[in-house]
């Protein structure tokens, strides 16, 4: 059984933990180009190694940041999220557009 | 008996001398006019019509392991064309056809056997999603429909009808849908092509692209360095690795897919068999063995392993399906790394760098298309980059403008 520490239950078998993706820095959603935009939602980093990315412990729905081995699948270590984002991001609509 | 037969059983020489099917090992050269990287069913089909098709010999296929070794080797074999969009089904249509006449093309027999495909639907959603598929289908001239379980009971007398209590409500009926051996795929390409004077160069590893003001020079491989005109990469789970050391991202993450297979018992089953609401699917080899395979890892890894709680997914699955398969035995399990794009599309074409084409984003659903696949990109090299019209809504450009072909719903429960 493979086991991945949630920061806020514990180590548990990774059956109960989903994964959500890399971590991005997000562009500036005001002024971004259309090109930018693609390239964050499509694209990841490729390379080999430690990678940092988002989980969800499902009976929880708790979100938090491990980084892990991409080869390896060695788990580094798991943190809550809020050590690396500390702002909230609002997305508005620009004005005019429906 | 012959006593021809009678005589050659006792002595010690062998009737003819039979050709080496692949030539022997030679020197690498340091220049070659195509130079496609990974030797697998699409590496050495691009060779084979370049060859064969358009003239072009001054080819080397570089591998870093051996012939057909990758995802080739490791593939389900699944041949079918029923997919969603309209560039979808075009294209895989055209593989389809190229497959039916490979074994005659060859003169090599690929063991390509039209059994018919059988996806099942548990929920009316599905249902219309399939209906919807059939007409598409049918549109290109494809043999798809949409049947009821009491057919899907007469197509499958051992299927279970209401497998982990999801009552099967309808199936759709892809009569073209078929299978062949892999490696025989594989093999066949690479005898035509080194027939026609192209080399195939195994455990050559391609270690770095070389480019000079935006275009494609050559290759360093472990073997030295190799100038080339043009180069293709063909390396499928390991697509995006290549295309960074050629100095450009692709939207590609890799995941690891899992298969196994059964010792083999007599032929009961004829269809390929999959569920798309168990995400698995089953069928039986020409040897009888029972291929189970289905969706892909729930994350990202460059590692082939496999893991005991996809296989007791997969397993328990494939037992509701087909009950007594309980009582089977394991013969072998294993895993690939595939190439995901977001719309479960491939990536074909043009590169930003010149004279550097891609073939990637193959996942888990490229074996099917190895002749069409290998057809179109020596096209795309013999016109000297323009790209066919038939890959054309796969460019690598798609993502950009956000016009993807999306076909995850034909292709995530049955590769
Ligand atoms: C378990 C599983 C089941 C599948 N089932 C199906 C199915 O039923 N139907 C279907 O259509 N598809 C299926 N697929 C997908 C299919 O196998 C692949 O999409 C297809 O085989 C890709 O062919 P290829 O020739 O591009 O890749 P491969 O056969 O993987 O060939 C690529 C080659 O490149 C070589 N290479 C990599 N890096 C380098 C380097 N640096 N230098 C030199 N060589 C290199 C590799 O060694 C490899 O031999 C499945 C895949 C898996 C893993």
Not at chain 2, 386 to 400: G, S
């Amino acid at each position: 059984m493979k086991i991945m520490t949630c920061p806020l239950n514990g180590p548990r078998n990774i059956s109960e933990f989903v994964y959500g993706g890399q971590v991005k820095a997000m562009p500036d959603h005001q002024n971004v180009s259309d090109t930018d935009w693609a390239h964050h939602v499509f694209y990841e980093k490729n390379d080999v190694g430690i990678v940092l990315e988002w989980w969800m412990h499902s009976p929880s729905s708790f979100w938090f940041i491990a980084e892990r081995h991409n080869a390896t699948d060695e788990i580094i270590r798991t943190y809550p999220a809020d050590q690396l984002f500390k702002q909230r991001v609002d997305f508005v609509a620009n004005e005019g557009e429906s | 008996m012959p006593f021809g037969l009678l005589k050659y059983g006792i002595s010690n020489d062998y009737p003819f001398e039979k050709e080496a099917d692949l030539p022997l090992p030679t020197e690498l050269k340091r220049q070659y006019d195509v130079v496609i990287i990974g030797g697998g069913g699409h590496g050495v089909a691009t060779a084979y019509y370049l060859a064969k098709y358009h003239g072009i010999t001054n080819v080397a296929v570089l591998e870093k392991g051996y012939l057909g070794g990758g995802n080739t080797a490791r593939n389900t074999a699944v041949i079918r064309s029923n997919y969603l969009t309209p560039e979808g089904v075009k294209f895989y249509s055209e593989s389809v056809k190229l497959y039916e006449n490979l074994s005659n093309e060859f003169d090599f027999n690929i063991m390509y056997s039209q059994r018919g495909q059988l996806t099942l639907a548990h929920t009316d959603a599905t249902v219309r999603a399939f209906r919807q598929r059939a007409e598409v289908n049918k549109h290109f001239g494809g043999g798809t429909e949409l049947i009821d379980p009491r057919d899907v009971a007469e197509l499958v007398p051992t299927l279970n009808l209401n497998p982990a209590n999801l009552p099967v409500l309808a199936g759709l009926w892809h009569k073209d849908g078929a299978t062949a051996r892999h490696d025989a795929v594989a093999w066949g390409y690479a005898r035509g092509a080194t027939q026609c004077g192209v080399e195939l160069h195994q455990v050559t590893e391609v270690t770095d692209v070389l480019v000079s003001n935006g275009r494609v020079t050559g290759v360093k491989t472990t073997r030295g360095d190799v100038n080339a005109g043009v180069v293709i990469q063909a390396v499928a789970g390991h697509s995006a690795l290549m295309a960074q050391k050629a100095g450009f991202p692709l939207p590609l993450v890799a995941y690891p897919l899992q298969a196994m297979v059964t010792l083999p018992v007599k032929p009961f089953l004829t269809p390929l068999v999959s569920s798309s609401a168990l995400h698995c699917y089953v069928q039986q080899t020409s040897r009888g063995e029972m291929v189970i395979g289905g969706g892909s890892d729930p994350y990202p890894l460059y590692n082939s392993r496999a893991s005991l709680p996809l296989k007791e997914g997969l397993i328990s699955s494939a037992v509701e399906m087909f009950p007594f398969l309980s009582e089977m035995r394991l013969l072998r399990q294993w895993a690939g790394i595939t190439d995901m794009t977001s719309d479960y599309s491939p990536i074909m074409g043009l590169s930003p760098v010149e004279n550097y084409y891609i073939d990637a984003g193959w996942g888990t659903w490229g074996f099917k298309a190895t002749p069409i696949c290998g057809k179109t990109m020596a096209e795309l090299v013999a016109s000297g980059g323009k790209v066919p019209e038939l890959i054309q809504p796969f460019e690598l450009a798609r993502f950009d403008r956000f016009k993807q072909v999306n076909e995850m719903g034909a292709t995530a429960a049955s590769h």
